[in-house]
């Protein structure tokens, strides 16, 4: 199957599972927002799901001819929970379910929210197009990235004495990152486990750059950022399979496919600008998915969500 792509603005450049139980509270009272008079949603969070929130949020404003404004962040899936906790933001794009801590952060500001996931993700592993590698396994992945390669793991043939004699340069998300996250819990055994010596960033355009100028480079990130940079980066199969829609539906691109998550705030929902948002999302997320890189929901976990939505009215 292809991927059908869309070019992106500058300023847009981000498995099969139960939905989470989500605790509910008190709602905390969130005063709407106005930009110069107009209704704003306020989103923030993961880089990774960034893309589809983003064009979610340019065709709603067309759809609603500026009558309604949204904004959309990046600061990671966990700078998103603790804005999104603090009751700074109606919104939180999250790579990741909501740690036991965040939720906890929430119920104590008395925020309650429901939990949507909106696609599926492959999160890519990339080289330079010209390295001559195609493939890795996660056993070699976890020993460029576990914390014992820290300062020691700094050649390329030191992971595998097959590959060149040559300086291994990392890229990768920061700590705050969702994708940094399952990303180290699937491959180093442990989330947040991971050797620090790398270049960070919760903006995966600043990932994608660095790896597509640097020939000894090794980075990851979601899906949808290869997709839209694919002429200057080469993506790695993992264990022979290549991220793709078809790969991550059929089951085969493991361990690093997981869906992707909005959480919104229940008491943000009763203002008219955020329920129409959020209904709109789900309404267009398989088609707006698809067209930035990701894998749409099954139709049922996308009726499931609705549901969900549609119980909180």
Same mark, same amino acid.
């Given at each position: ?123 890519? &592993? ?137 959480? &919104? ?8 600008? &955020?329920?129409?948002? &959020? ?35």
């Amino acid at each position: 199957m292809q991927l059908k792509t869309m070019q992106f603005k500058q300023n847009r450049w981000t498995l099969a599972g139960a939905f989470t139980a989500i605790a509910a509270t008190v709602a905390f009272a969130i005063p709407a927002v106005h930009s110069q008079g107009t209704p704003t949603v306020r989103i923030d969070g993961s880089s990774t799901v960034y893309p589809i929130t983003e064009a979610v949020a340019e065709e709603f404003q067309k759809a609603k001819q500026g009558a309604m404004r949204v904004t959309v962040g990046i600061s990671g899936t966990g700078g998103g929970f603790k804005k999104f906790c603090a009751g700074q933001t109606d919104i939180s794009n999250a790579s990741r379910p909501i740690k036991d801590s965040e939720a906890q952060a929430c119920k104590s500001a008395g925020i309650n929210y429901i939990e949507l996931p909106v696609a599926y993700d492959a999160i890519t &592993v990339v080289v330079h197009p010209s390295n001559p590698l195609t493939s890795i396994t996660p056993a070699e992945l976890k020993k460029m990235w576990e914390p014992a390669a820290q300062g020691k793991v700094m050649k390329w043939n030191q992971v595998n004495s097959s590959w060149p004699d040559k300086p291994l340069k990392l890229y990768g998300p920061g700590a705050d990152s969702g994708t940094f996250d399952y990303f180290t819990e699937e491959i180093n055994g442990k989330s947040q486990a991971s050797r620090t010596d790398y270049t960070p960033s919760e903006d995966d355009n600043v990932l994608v750059q660095g790896v597509s100028r640097d020939p000894g480079a090794l980075g990851y990130f979601g899906y949808a950022y290869y997709e839209n940079n694919k002429g200057k980066l080469k993506s790695l199969a993992i264990n022979g399979v290549k991220p793709s829609l078809e790969t991550v539906n059929n089951g085969s691109y493991k361990p690093l496919s997981r869906p992707i998550f909005i959480y &919104v705030s229940t008491n943000a929902l009763k203002r008219p600008e &955020v329920k129409a948002f &959020v209904e709109y999302y789900l309404q267009n997320s398989a088609k707006l998915s698809k067209e930035v890189g990701y894998v749409p929901l099954p139709s049922n976990m996308q009726q499931q969500a609705m549901s969900r939505l549609r119980g909180q009215n």
